[in-house]
């Protein structure tokens, strides 16, 4: 059973903190995904890695940025976190793509995260 | 670019009903096509997936769904609903061979009246 997990369910902090939000597959996944979920606005992706010490911009990646130093581990960063950055945000990870299929992602939990 | 539409936002029905989610997408191409749910306090999931073949994916709880290509279209249904069908529901779209990302739909939220 693919298990994804993230460091903390809710997280209150102050505009111009640093923030790190860290999530953990325990699948061997090549592929992790950053999604930020608001309402009305679906999920909308932050940033992506294909591999240890790569990334990639998805759509949204203005005022964060992302590490994989290791394969299972993801970390998402806002260097100073603002208001508008309030939101639920969730991991997601995959096996790259084989042939003809594709492969799910499998999300977390999720962390709700409040900017003051 | 891709993009993935939901028709409504937020549907209400009563138990038993019948239920029918639109979704359509934009891209040329060949898609991989998904619905998650997240239920109430729970992990987005995939509730069923279509690649090839049949265009009608029957997934998990009595949902299905059919791919019309030719109208770009990729409808969730479900003949009854049941109250702990409450849940919000995401249309997803992978265009084959580009990358492994996949474009979210806006969600339509789904509450069920005993």
């Known amino acids: 059973d693919v298990k994804v997990t993230q460091s903390s369910r809710y997280l209150v902090k102050r505009t111009g903190e640093k923030v790190f939000l860290e999530c953990v597959q325990d699948?061997?996944?090549?592929?992790m995904f950053w999604y930020r979920q608001d309402p009305g606005l679906g999920l909308r992706l932050i940033y992506f890695?294909?591999?240890?010490?790569?990334?990639e911009k998805g759509d949204i990646p203005e005022g964060y940025s992302v590490s994989r130093e290791k394969k299972e581990r993801f970390s998402l960063i806002l260097e100073s976190a603002s208001t508008n950055q309030t939101s639920m945000y969730l991991c997601?990870?995959?096996?790259?793509?084989?042939?003809?299929?594709?492969?799910?992602?499998?999300f977390g939990p999720g962390t709700r995260l409040t900017v003051l | 670019a891709q993009s993935v539409s939901q028709h409504n936002h937020h549907v209400i029905l009563s138990e038993a009903a019948s239920l029918e989610l639109g979704c359509n997408y934009s891209?040329?191409?060949?898609?991989?096509l998904f619905w998650y749910v997240q239920y109430p306090g729970q992990h987005l999931q995939l509730l069923l997936k279509?690649?090839?073949?049949?265009?009608l994916v029957k997934g998990i709880k009595g949902f299905e769904a059919e791919f019309i290509k030719s109208k770009f279209s990729f409808n969730l249904r479900k003949p009854s609903v049941q109250w702990s069908d409450t849940a919000e529901y995401f249309c997803?779209?992978?265009?084959?061979?580009?990358?492994?990302?996949?474009?979210f739909g806006k969600g339509t939220r789904l509450h069920i009246l005993p």
């Open positions: 997601a990870s995959s096996s790259p793509t084989g042939g003809s299929s594709y492969n799910e992602q499998f």
């Open positions: 699948m061997d996944h090549e592929n």
């Open positions: 890695s294909y591999d240890v010490k790569m990334k």
């Open positions: 891209y040329g191409g060949t898609v991989n």
């Open positions: 279509y690649f090839s073949g049949d265009p």
């Open positions: 997803a779209v992978n265009a084959v061979n580009r990358d492994d990302k996949i474009i």
